[in-house]
């Protein structure tokens, strides 16, 4: 986990942590109205997530229309399938509360990248994903076209 906090907390100044237990950290930056959503290692099901959906609407109550969102994946272990529909549900509410980007850092674990893949696809959202979190967050900061 500490591996991470040093990219999120790049811009610490800026950047007030929402959430953050074993399983993800929230952030968000007021300067570049983005939210921040760091997936650590696995999930074994629901109820080891049981605030996710909660810290996420408070996350979203913070950022205005048109905001970005970086997912960084690298250190996520597959989840069971069941889980699934909680991350299309967590998608789904950031698109209806109008995400003008957002970004995966892909896991290094090849299964999981493919789950991810999955569900992106079922999501229908158009996500750019990149290996490392420098170039997700200054892809982000460029103006969209």
């Not at 980007?101 to 994903?129: C, W, Y």
């Not at 967050?137 to 076209?145: E, F, Y």
């Amino acid at each position: 986990m500490q591996e991470n906090i040093p990219n999120i907390a790049s811009e610490a100044n800026n950047l007030k942590h929402i959430a953050r237990n074993k399983c993800y950290e929230i952030s968000y930056s007021k300067t570049k109205n983005r939210l921040y959503f760091n997936v650590l290692g696995f999930w074994k099901n629901k109820e080891s997530v049981p605030d996710l959906l909660h810290d996420w609407e408070k996350a979203l109550s913070l950022v205005s229309p048109g905001f970005t969102v970086l997912v960084d994946m690298r250190t996520m272990i597959t989840h069971p399938q069941e889980l699934n529909g909680l991350h299309e549900e967590f998608m789904q509410m950031a698109q209806d509360a109008h995400v003008s980007r957002v970004v995966n850092v892909m896991p290094d674990d090849k299964i999981a990248s493919l789950q991810v893949g999955e569900i992106v696809l079922r999501s229908n959202m158009q996500i750019q994903t990149f290996d490392t979190f420098e170039a997700a967050d200054k892809w982000l900061d460029q103006p969209s076209a």
